[in-house]
């Protein structure tokens, strides 16, 4: 039985311009220990597919509009606060992108990161600071006794990373969301982030949903890999599978338009036009405007996920009929 | 060096640091730009890379005259612009353009786009108020917007659209040389690669030279021919694109590629990655010697004493005593 089980989960903001489909019928499962990686563009409603099984929207003007997200017998999605209160932060626990806004500047390091300790484990404030401080050190904080009363603004971008990691982990969660936790840090920084997370994920044997928009972030870390445009998910399989045999045209083309894997001189390969615009109603695929090999039936049926291989399912109905 | 259009020479850019309110004194200096030579060519595009505060974007805004020197001068075509007045400056402005990284904040977003546009022509006299919708026209095809969303303000753009009108507003006074500052970083990456081919295709139709500023190593290396590699103010290694990311000498270079995330699983999961330990050392107080001995995992007594000269090795120039030690 998997950990997570999403089904055709819809989230949808009501908005004065109309109703945004953010998320339109979303479905996935997520394994004891697995890595998952989310891939997709902005917009394509990859972060607001965890923000959802967080209880994070913002209602109104977003709505869950169906779905079910089953977690050890309780629908996430349906969980009233105090269910939501155990689970969340305790049991599931995400880290965001920005570690400048999402650590609060007027606490001490300390505060922030014992809070769940004396919140879900009702331990004693001693005995939190020494679990915090054990924390600190297993995510590659030198000098933690002194750094631990430190506030936020004394330490680096890559630091305040390592001490949201270390707030999300010290209640040993089995799911750990990252929401781009990369993307705001240099490259020299980025890999040790993403060592971090690999190590901390060995230690605790948790699972993580890895949100990003950079193939090659992925394809070091992740386990399984989903591709989602315009508020669906394109195509998934194992990441090895996704990367020799990418079978949707998007992934096709979001794996051709990386600069490093085309020759220098050449003109880089780039995907024409723009995502849609998710508060029109939409006929047929949302890729294919852009898609070069979309034909007219493309445009009228909606596509729906079906398996290629076992493992591995894509949304293309070319691809589905055989004929690409 | 054949046609240099712009010059370095040894150029500082020091920012003091002032302690106080009554009695107010200076208690350090933050050495953003700390001796910088270099030269680019007409219709060159150089790549400039570095972590956040290697001071590339200090660099940029000392080029462009936004901030003042404190030290070397740079010359754009035989002109040197650091002991030039005001005036002076504001005579070859039209020659150097930048265009920077957040198409957000960098467009006002109180003007449409044909007053964003219009408004160099006008200021510098290059055509007459009648002429301006014409040739606001040639600009938005330029860049590849349609001329019928003249009258549109910036926030019914997308990310990439936007981009294109900042440059379509550097373009207008036909300058020779552009400043883009991590013109890409705020991008998507389908959309990267379209302002990519833009600025490539620009380059070589209208013969621009561009200094080209991001962190990401493989956007650098597709669009420039030459690139320079900065740590701590100063450039550490600076050659040919292709020479330097692909066989980077200076250990820097050589973590900062290594650091890059692979698209290939099979590649990315059992190559052997240089993880730097620690931050980049600050600005303010660094470390005597090589700026990048304690991170480098080569540095020995010597890299201590000394800051290293670039010398040339390889094809390229480096700044690194211990070069063919390790």
Same mark, same amino acid.
């Given at each position: 039985?998997?950990?997570?089980?999403?089904?055709?989960?819809?989230?949808?903001?009501?908005?004065?311009?109309?109703?945004?489909?953010?998320?339109?019928?979303?479905?996935?499962?997520?394994? %004891?220990?697995?890595?998952?990686?989310?891939?997709?563009?902005?917009?394509?409603?990859?972060?607001?597919?965890?923000?959802?099984? =967080?209880?994070?929207?913002?209602?109104?003007?977003?709505?869950?509009?169906?779905?079910?997200?089953?977690?050890?017998?309780?629908?996430? /999605?349906?969980?009233?606060?105090?269910?939501?209160?155990?689970?969340?932060?305790?049991?599931?626990?995400?880290?965001?992108?920005?570690?400048?806004?999402?650590?609060?500047?007027?606490?001490?390091?300390?505060?922030?990161?014992?809070?769940?300790?004396?919140?879900? +484990?009702?331990?004693?404030?001693?005995?939190?600071?020494?679990?915090?401080?054990?924390?600190?050190?297993?995510?590659?904080?030198?000098?933690?006794?002194?750094?631990?009363?430190?506030?936020?603004?004394?330490?680096?971008? &890559?630091?305040?990373?390592?001490? =949201?990691?270390?707030?999300?982990?010290?209640?040993?969660?089995?799911?750990?969301?990252?929401?781009?936790?990369?993307?705001?840090?240099?490259?020299?920084?980025?890999?040790?982030?993403? +060592?971090?997370?690999?190590?901390?994920?060995?230690?605790?044997?948790?699972?993580? *949903?890895?949100?990003?928009?950079?193939?090659?972030?992925?394809?070091?870390?992740?386990?399984?890999?989903?591709?989602?445009?315009?508020?669906?998910?394109?195509?998934?399989?194992?990441?090895?599978?996704?990367?020799?045999?990418?079978?949707?045209?998007?992934?096709?083309?979001?794996?051709?338009?990386?600069?490093?894997?085309?020759?220098? &001189?050449?003109?880089?390969?780039?995907?024409?036009?723009?995502?849609?615009?998710?508060?029109?109603?939409?006929?047929?695929?949302?890729?294919?405007?852009?898609?070069?090999?979309?034909?007219?039936?493309?445009?009228? #049926?909606?596509?729906?996920?079906?398996?290629?291989?076992?493992?591995?399912?894509?949304?293309?109905?070319?691809?589905?009929?055989?004929?690409? | 060096?054949?046609?240099?259009?712009? +010059?370095?020479?040894?150029?500082?850019?020091?920012?003091?640091?002032?302690?106080?309110?009554?009695?107010?004194?200076?208690?350090?200096?933050?050495?953003?730009?700390?001796?910088?030579?270099?030269?680019?060519?007409?219709?060159?595009?150089?790549?400039?890379?570095?972590?956040?505060?290697?001071?590339?974007?200090?660099?940029?805004?000392?080029?462009? $005259?936004?901030?003042?020197?404190?030290?070397?001068?740079?010359?754009?075509?035989?002109?040197?612009?650091?002991?030039?007045?005001?005036?002076?400056?504001?005579?070859?402005?039209?020659?150097? $353009?930048?265009?920077?990284?957040?198409?957000?904040?960098?467009?006002?977003?109180?003007?449409?786009?044909?007053?964003?546009?219009? #408004?160099?022509?006008?200021?510098?006299?290059?055509?007459?108020?009648?002429?301006?919708?014409?040739?606001?026209?040639?600009?938005?095809?330029?860049?590849?917007?349609?001329?019928?969303?003249? $009258?549109?303000?910036?926030?019914?753009?997308?990310?990439?659209?936007?981009?294109?009108?900042?440059?379509?507003?550097?373009?207008?006074?036909?300058?020779?040389?552009?400043?883009?500052?991590?013109?890409?970083?705020?991008?998507?990456?389908? *959309? $990267?690669?379209?302002?990519?081919?833009?600025?490539?295709?620009?380059? %070589?139709? =209208?013969?621009?030279? /561009?200094?080209?500023?991001?962190?990401?190593?493989?956007?650098?290396?597709?669009?420039?021919?030459?690139?320079?590699?900065?740590?701590?103010?100063?450039?550490?290694?600076?050659?040919?694109?292709?020479?330097?990311?692909?066989?980077?000498?200076?250990?820097?270079?050589?973590?900062?590629?290594?650091?890059?995330?692979?698209?290939?699983?099979?590649?990315?999961?059992?190559?052997?990655?240089?993880?730097?330990? &620690?931050?980049?050392?600050?600005?303010?107080?660094?470390?005597?010697?090589?700026?990048?001995?304690?991170?480098?995992?080569?540095?020995?007594?010597?890299?201590?004493?000394?800051?290293?000269?670039?010398?040339?090795?390889?094809?390229?120039?480096?700044?690194?005593?211990?070069?063919?030690?390790?």
């Amino acid at each position: 039985m998997p950990l997570l089980s999403v089904k055709d989960l819809r989230t949808y903001f009501h908005t004065r311009n109309g109703i945004y489909r953010a998320v339109d019928g979303v479905s996935f499962d997520l394994d %004891r220990g697995e890595t998952l990686g989310i891939v997709g563009e902005s917009g394509s409603g990859k972060s607001v597919t965890c923000y959802s099984l =967080m209880g994070l929207i913002p209602q109104p003007p977003g709505r869950i509009e169906s779905g079910t997200a089953l977690f050890d017998g309780v629908d996430l /999605l349906r969980a009233t606060p105090a269910q939501t209160r155990a689970i969340r932060g305790k049991r599931i626990a995400m880290i965001f992108q920005d570690p400048m806004t999402s650590l609060n500047p007027y606490l001490r390091i300390s505060e922030q990161l014992i809070e769940p300790l004396l919140i879900h +484990e009702k331990l004693s404030k001693t005995e939190a600071m020494r679990r915090g401080l054990a924390m600190l050190e297993a995510v590659g904080i030198n000098d933690a006794a002194k750094r631990i009363r430190y506030y936020p603004h004394e330490f680096s971008g &890559g630091m305040r990373q390592r001490v =949201m990691i270390a707030m999300a982990l010290i209640t040993k969660p089995e799911i750990l969301i990252a929401d781009e936790p990369t993307t705001a840090l240099d490259v020299t920084v980025q890999a040790q982030i993403l +060592e971090l997370i690999k190590k901390m994920q060995q230690e605790l044997g948790m699972a993580v *949903i890895f949100i990003t928009h950079d193939l090659g972030v992925v394809s070091g870390l992740c386990d399984r890999v989903q591709v989602m445009y315009a508020g669906r998910i394109v195509e998934t399989s194992g990441t090895r599978e996704l990367f020799r045999e990418p079978r949707h045209p998007y992934t096709r083309a979001l794996q051709h338009s990386i600069p490093s894997l085309q020759a220098k &001189g050449s003109e880089l390969f780039t995907i024409p036009g723009m995502p849609p615009d998710l508060s029109k109603p939409l006929a047929g695929c949302a890729f294919a405007a852009r898609c070069p090999q979309a034909a007219d039936r493309c445009r009228q #049926e909606t596509p729906q996920l079906a398996p290629w291989k076992p493992g591995h399912q894509q949304a293309c109905l070319r691809v589905q009929a055989g004929e690409i | 060096m054949p046609d240099p259009i712009l +010059e370095l020479q040894d150029v500082r850019t020091h920012f003091p640091i002032h302690e106080g309110f009554v009695i107010r004194r200076q208690t350090g200096t933050v050495k953003a730009v700390d001796g910088v030579t270099l030269s680019v060519r007409r219709g060159e595009v150089l790549g400039l890379v570095g972590e956040s505060g290697c001071g590339k974007s200090t660099l940029a805004r000392t080029i462009m $005259q936004l901030v003042p020197t404190t030290g070397g001068t740079v010359i754009l075509e035989g002109k040197n612009l650091t002991a030039g007045s005001a005036a002076e400056i504001r005579n070859v402005r039209h020659d150097l $353009q930048m265009v920077f990284q957040d198409p957000f904040a960098s467009l006002n977003p109180r003007m449409t786009v044909f007053a964003t546009l219009a #408004e160099p022509l006008l200021v510098h006299g290059r055509c007459t108020a009648a002429e301006a919708t014409r040739e606001v026209a040639e600009l938005m095809q330029l860049v590849g917007l349609a001329p019928r969303f003249m $009258q549109k303000y910036p926030h019914e753009f997308s990310g990439g659209q936007r981009q294109r009108i900042a440059i379509a507003r550097a373009l207008a006074l036909r300058p020779k040389v552009i400043i883009a500052d991590e013109p890409v970083s705020a991008l998507d990456v389908s *959309i $990267q690669a379209q302002i990519l081919n833009l600025l490539s295709q620009l380059t %070589r139709k =209208m013969n621009l030279s /561009l200094v080209f500023i991001a962190h990401d190593l493989s956007v650098v290396k597709h669009i420039s021919d030459r690139v320079a590699v900065m740590y701590l103010g100063k450039i550490v290694e600076l050659g040919s694109a292709v020479e330097v990311i692909e066989h980077p000498q200076h250990p820097y270079t050589r973590a900062l590629v290594s650091a890059i995330p692979v698209p290939d699983p099979d590649i990315e999961r059992n190559r052997r990655r240089i993880v730097l330990p &620690g931050d980049p050392p600050s600005p303010i107080n660094p470390p005597a010697g090589c700026a990048f001995h304690p991170r480098c995992p080569h540095a020995k007594e010597v890299c201590r004493g000394a800051v290293p000269p670039l010398v040339t090795h390889a094809g390229r120039e480096v700044a690194c005593v211990r070069l063919g030690e390790f």
